[in-house]
Nanobody, 123 residues
Framework: VQLQASGGRVVQAGGSLRLSCVVS????????VGWFRQPPGKEREFVAA????????VYGDAVKGRFTISRDNAKHTVYLQMNSLSSEDTAVYHC?????????????????WGQGTLVTVSS
């Protein structure tokens, strides 16, 4: 399974941005997808995750209420809608997949990782 994240760019504080993660390869299998981010000089942290069915997504505390994760299985794509962005959201965003239908917040639970996309929020 391969994942490719895209959509990162420079955005002003208070603005919005939507990231996409296209999944290819063994897409006939059920899988959960998570988004993680790595701010400059910091550890990678959990952002959001969605199950195969798309129901009951979970979010990290830092983004709850501002970010929304969704998926379109027909397009093999997972989206991360980010609103009310601040400089603290500046990071490289990675999407990751795991060969299971249920969600995990732990990065070690994910088997497949794509190259990240850089989001820079300017103040």
């Amino acid at each position: 399974v391969q994942l490719q994240a895209s959509g990162g760019r420079v955005v002003q504080a208070g603005g919005s941005l939507r990231l996409s993660c296209v999944v290819s390869g063994r897409t006939s299998s059920s899988y959960a997808v998570g988004w993680f981010r790595q701010p400059p000089g910091k550890e990678r942290e959990f952002v959001a995750a969605v199950s195969w069915s798309g129901g009951s997504p979970v979010y990290g505390d830092a983004v709850k209420g501002r970010f929304t994760i969704s998926r379109d299985n027909a397009k093999h794509t997972v989206y991360l809608q980010m609103n009310s962005l601040s400089s603290e959201d500046t990071a490289v965003y990675h999407c990751a997949g795991r060969g299971a239908t249920v969600i995990s917040r732990s990065r070690t639970a994910y088997n497949y990782w794509g190259q990240g996309t850089l989001v820079t929020v300017s103040s």
